[in-house]
């Protein structure tokens, strides 16, 4: 098992397929995007699937989701969700993405095992969409929600961020509009893991803003605490429910202490947390021919590495050298 010196085991693993990405989200990345990993030091689509393999077969992970970048933008992607699908135990399979593209590939992708997906949207106005993306592609994701749903990739989250004098205003709006198309809504605070170091705390919209947002239009009463486990989402029925909102406060209310996550770069280095500074290489062990043992072993030396909290409520932190983009989000 996967575990570190605060007795956490981590059974979620998130794998970035890519640190490219075909929009440029102001709070991710800068206008001219970043100066991408060169191809050889991306994993291939075989080491990807070896690396999980050892995961789920030796390591007690149970949960897989593939992200980036942006991770439809890998041709692979099919295959490789196909062959973790076929992995004993399986694990269960999602995908977090920008949903372009998803139109297109959400039927092929539930056919190769995909069971669930996110989709990043920040506002149902496109213009505002292009101004925090750069890019107009609003309808694409819209369109790729759709699919996701008809495909019954089950369920469709949608994550939003909200950004100061863009779409702080749209909370009740999105939450309006997710519950009548059937996606679970979850907000997720601003991080500073912006390539161009723009996040200020006093700057962000908070957990707090949020919710007192979205009161003004629906009742909130908080789930069982019980339920939420590990997972990042602090969860509210809405108006009684069935409909349900979540808020990821990662800045204002951390959840470090349930953390079950673990992490693979695009480049093959574990990360024990999004915030972590140091990263252990597994890429040039899988390339020396080194035996599913031995990754096991480097990968469970990483974990013990692992820090009792992102450290983000402490003065002296600094931000990691990688971007959200870069690490896998
Ligand atoms: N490109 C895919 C997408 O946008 O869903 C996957 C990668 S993206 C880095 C994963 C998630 O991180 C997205 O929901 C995105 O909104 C979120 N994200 C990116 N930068 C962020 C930041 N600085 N603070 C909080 N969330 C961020
Ligand atoms: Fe791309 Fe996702 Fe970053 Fe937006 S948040 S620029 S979609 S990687």
Not at 53 to 80: C, D, Q, S, Y
Not at 139 to 168: E, F, T
Request: contains cysteine.
């Amino acid at each position: 098992m996967l575990t570190d010196t605060y007795g956490r085991v981590a059974t979620d693993l998130r794998v970035s397929l890519t640190d490219r990405c075909n929009l440029r989200c102001t709070y991710c990345m800068p206008e001219e995007g970043l100066r991408w990993l060169a191809r050889p030091d991306l994993l291939t689509d075989d080491e990807v699937v070896r690396l999980v393999g050892i995961a789920v077969t030796a390591l007690g992970v149970t949960e897989v989701r593939f992200t980036g970048g942006e991770p439809l933008l890998r041709p692979g992607l099919p295959g490789i969700v196909e062959r973790c699908a076929a992995l004993a135990p399986r694990p269960r399979l999602s995908l977090t993405t920008n949903g372009i593209g998803l139109e297109r590939t959400a039927a092929a992708l539930r056919a190769a095992g995909l069971d669930r997906v996110n989709v990043s949207l920040d506002t149902l106005r496109p213009d505002v969409f292009q101004d925090l993306t750069r890019r107009a592609r609003h309808a694409d994701v819209l369109r790729g929600l759709a699919a996701a749903r008809a495909a019954g990739l089950d369920p469709v989250k949608v994550n939003a961020v909200l950004m100061p004098g863009h779409n702080d205003d749209e909370a009740p709006d999105l939450l309006a509009w997710a519950l009548a198309e059937g996606y679970e809504l979850r907000f997720i605070e601003q991080m500073p893991l912006d390539a161009q170091h723009g996040w200020t705390r006093e700057g962000m919209i908070t957990a707090e803003d949020i919710l007192r947002s979205l009161r003004t239009r629906f009742r909130l009463t908080p789930e069982d605490a019980a339920e939420r486990g590990a997972a990042p989402a602090e969860r509210w029925l809405v108006d009684g429910g069935p409909g349900r909102v979540g808020v990821i406060a990662s800045v204002t209310r951390p959840f470090c202490r349930a953390c079950d996550r673990t992490r693979i770069t695009a480049d093959g280095q574990v990360r024990t947390c999004l915030f972590a500074r140091e990263e252990s290489d597994l890429r040039g062990a899988l390339r020396s021919g080194a035996p599913d043992e031995e990754i096991a072993r480097l990968w469970r030396v990483a974990m013990l590495g692992k820090k009792a909290g992102s450290g983000l409520d402490t003065p002296s932190f600094r931000q990691p050298d990688r971007p959200m983009s870069a690490i896998g989000g």
